[in-house]
C-alpha cells in the first residue's frame, strides 16, 4: 500500500515539474521571439505592419485588443506559477511532518 502511495507521489511531483518545465519554457520562447522580431533579425510580414489606410481608432481598437490579450495570458502564467510553488510548499511540509512522525516512533 505504501509503495503505491509512493509511486503516485512520484508520478504527481514529476507531472509538476514537467509543467513547471513547459510554462519556462514557453515564457523564453515568447521573450526570445519578441527581442529577435523587435531588433529586426526576424522579418514581419508586409500584410502583419500594414496600418496603410486604417483609421487610427481601428489602431486603437486592435492595440487595446493586443493589450488585453497579453495582461491575459501574463496572469494565466502567473496564477499557474503561484499555484504550482503553493501546492509545492504543501507537499514539502507534508512530506516533512510525516518524516518527523516517523522520526519520533
Do not use: H
Request: proline share 1%; hydrophobic share 60%; glycine share 6%.
Amino acid at each position: 500500500m505504501a509503495t503505491r502511495g509512493r509511486r503516485r507521489a512520484y508520478m504527481r511531483n514529476t507531472l509538476y515539474a514537467a509543467m513547471q518545465w513547459v510554462f519556462t519554457i514557453l515564457v523564453i520562447i515568447i521573450f526570445a521571439v519578441a527581442f529577435l522580431v523587435q531588433g529586426g533579425t526576424i522579418e514581419l510580414p508586409q500584410w502583419a505592419k500594414a496600418w496603410d489606410g486604417v483609421s487610427e481608432e481601428v489602431q486603437a481598437e486592435y492595440a487595446g485588443a493586443m493589450m488585453s490579450a497579453v495582461c491575459i495570458v501574463f496572469v494565466l502564467f502567473l496564477a499557474v506559477g503561484i499555484t504550482q510553488m503553493v501546492r509545492q510548499a504543501r507537499s514539502d511540509a507534508r512530506v516533512a511532518v510525516a518524516a518527523a512522525a516517523a522520526a519520533s516512533v
